[in-house]
């Protein structure tokens, strides 16, 4: 087990930017989570120790996934962000790569506490 703490959250207009991040030791998938009330929680993006990346088809072009390997840091860049996009945010690991990283929230072992992301129009 590894406690990851989420943080970066905050309260923005549209179009506005944050970024979250998560310190956490390299895992062979990395992904953010994100769970509206009422929503079922969906991942966002992620990340495999490879740097592969993948992407929800709502937030291409907008969000990036980073990892700083100095910092040992995992990071979600989020631009142009929409009233849509608000949700609790969260962290989560696992150590086994798969069939890939883009897979249900019950096949990630560890998971952070969520940081709260608020876009007003």
């Known amino acids: 087990q590894v406690q990851l703490v989420e943080s970066g959250g905050g309260s923005v207009q549209a179009g506005g930017s944050l970024r979250l991040s998560c310190p956490a030791p390299?895992?062979?998938?990395m992904a953010w989570f994100r769970q509206a009330p009422g929503k079922e929680r969906e991942a966002v993006a992620t990340?495999?120790?490879?740097?592969?990346?993948a992407y929800a088809d709502s937030v291409k072009a907008r969000f990036t996934i980073s990892r700083d390997n100095a910092k040992r840091t995992l990071y979600l860049q989020m631009n142009s962000l929409k009233p849509e996009d608000s949700a609790m945010y969260y962290c989560?690991?696992?150590?086994?790569?798969?069939?890939?990283?883009?897979?249900?929230?019950?096949?990630?072992?560890?998971w952070g506490q969520g940081t709260q992301v608020t876009v007003s129009s």
């Open positions: 390299i895992f062979a998938c």
């Open positions: 990340f495999n120790y490879f740097e592969s990346t």
């Open positions: 989560a690991v696992d150590s086994r790569l798969l069939g890939g990283c883009w897979r249900p929230r019950s096949e990630y072992s560890n």
